[in-house]
């Protein structure tokens, strides 16, 4: 394919991906408006967490971000979308995007079961250490990153639910 096709394919993605996203926002400014109906609640949100999880799948962790947020505002605990987030998050480690481990780490902090965050820290390291050695980093400091997600994985197994 063309250099010239492929730009111009991207950016057609990247146009339906905000137009999605600003209709997405729409959906949710008029839920948190005065008196919204429990129906539109329970009919958008959904819906919005469909759109955030394709927009992981379609490798575009912005838009995913951003969804998830929106979601938040409406329903600040809902674990579903705090885990996406947390994802979405970690997908934009070593990229130049998103907060890094810190803001990962606070949406872990919401998380309500012991095992979500035992297995979900395992996972931000393991993504944090996989960035810094993709970013050029010493392997002597990715190890370290590495170790610490062998160590909260083994936590989720200890506290695993059955079924996990």
Known sequence: MRP???VLQRVTLLLLAAIAVMTVRKGLESLS????????????????????ERYRLLNEPQEAESICRDILRVD?????VLTMLLLA??????????????????????????YERAYYAGVIRERWGKA????????????GFF?????????????SPAGK
Do not use: C
């Open 4 to 6: 010239a096709l492929q």
């Open 33 to 52: 408006s005065a008196n919204p109906s429990v129906d539109q609640a329970v009919a958008a949100i959904p819906r919005a967490i469909a759109k955030a």
């Open 76 to 80: 600040a605990d809902n674990q579903e």
């Open 89 to 114: 998050l970690t997908d934009q480690f070593g990229k130049g995007q998103g907060g890094g481990m810190e803001q990962a780490n606070r949406v872990l902090a919401k998380l309500r079961g012991e």
């Open 132 to 143: 810094q050695l993709r970013s050029g980093a010493h392997h002597g400091l990715a190890s």
């Open 147 to 159: 170790t610490e997600a062998m160590h909260w994985y083994e936590k989720a197994m200890a506290s």
